[in-house]
């Protein structure tokens, strides 16, 4: 089967749960099948994604020249999309030479199926092209904009929160139901679209573990330790421990006093910067 998968934000370096999760099915989808890779992200030095080209059929990338997170640029670029029926992560990403370089490339030559990975790249894929179109969703986003709104207390963010939740809430709704297929990695997942779509256009793909690769190895366990990983730019991930550390570890401190936690992953947050040095049994090793 010949795949054209389209990614926005790029694959490599995979050190996100999409992009590994993605990655590693790339990876083994590529033994047995013919894959075009196309993404588009933040131009960068020492890009790695020339190299895929030793995994994939073909690859073809679209730097795009995007401003640095949270700041003034990005806030700039924010105000001028304000007025978008879009949220602001797809219409960052989707810009229109993005759209033209796929558009000619599906111009070029004929695939079996297009991938939609993430509904971040949704804007640009041709839904009415001539051939199954698949949706993989690695969370129900509008969720977690609608989160990030309830917890917010900077009245800025809230607000900027309650815009992406709302209009990534009808995104998501209208690509999905324009996909032939949607792939989910939860029941939970799965539940949530069902509300607006059939559960038979629904398959759950769960997310794995290489077991080969992640083995065992024999070293002396730390007594009564702990440990999370993820990555800790990521604000679901930083309010979890901001959570567990306030209204959890206390409950096992109770038990186990001497209890400390590991918190692996990278670019904690100031705010989970000063939590450690406050709570000395929490490390953060970024």
């Known amino acids: 089967m010949k795949i054209l998968w389209v990614k926005a934000g790029g694959l490599v370096p995979p050190d996100t749960g999409g992009k590994i999760r993605s990655y590693n099915i790339l990876r083994e989808l590529a033994h047995s099948h013919s894959i075009t890779f196309f993404s588009f992200y933040a131009a960068h030095d020492g890009d790695l994604h020339p190299d895929l080209k030793n995994m994939f059929d073909r ?16 806030m700039l670029d924010y105000g001028i999309r304000l007025l978008s029926s879009q949220p602001y992560n797809i219409t960052k990403f989707c810009r229109a030479e993005v759209r033209r370089s796929l558009h000619a490339l599906l111009k070029r030559e004929p695939f079996d199926v297009i991938l939609c990975d993430f509904v971040i790249a949704a804007e640009v894929i041709p839904w009415n092209w001539p051939i199954p179109k ?7 986003e509008a969720a977690i904009w609608r989160r990030h ?25 209208r690509y999905l139901r324009l996909a032939d297929r949607v792939l989910t990695v939860s029941e939970s997942d799965r539940d949530a679209f069902s509300s607006f779509l059939d559960l038979g256009k629904l398959t759950v793909i769960p997310t794995g573990v290489d077991v080969d690769y992640f083995q065992p190895v024999p070293v ?14 990521w604000l679901p991930n930083e309010d979890a421990i901001l959570y567990f550390v306030d209204a959890i570890l206390p409950l096992i401190r109770q038990q ?24 000395k049994s929490v490390r953060l090793t970024g």
Request: charged letters at 25%.
């Open 149 to 173: 709104y309830e917890v917010a207390t900077n009245p800025f963010w809230k607000a900027i929160s309650w815009r992406e939740w709302r209009k990534m809430e009808a995104a998501e709704r």
């Open 220 to 233: 002396e366990e730390n007594a009564n330790s702990l440990v999370f990983t993820g990555s800790m730019d």
């Open 256 to 279: 186990l006093p001497e209890v400390s936690l590991e918190v692996v992953g990278r670019s904690p947050s100031r705010k989970l910067q000063a939590l450690a040095e406050t709570e």
């Open 134 to 140: 698949v949706l993989f969703t690695h969370n129900v």
């Open 59 to 74: 690859v073809v990338c679209v730097p795009l020249e995007l401003p640095a997170a949270k700041s003034f640029a990005e």
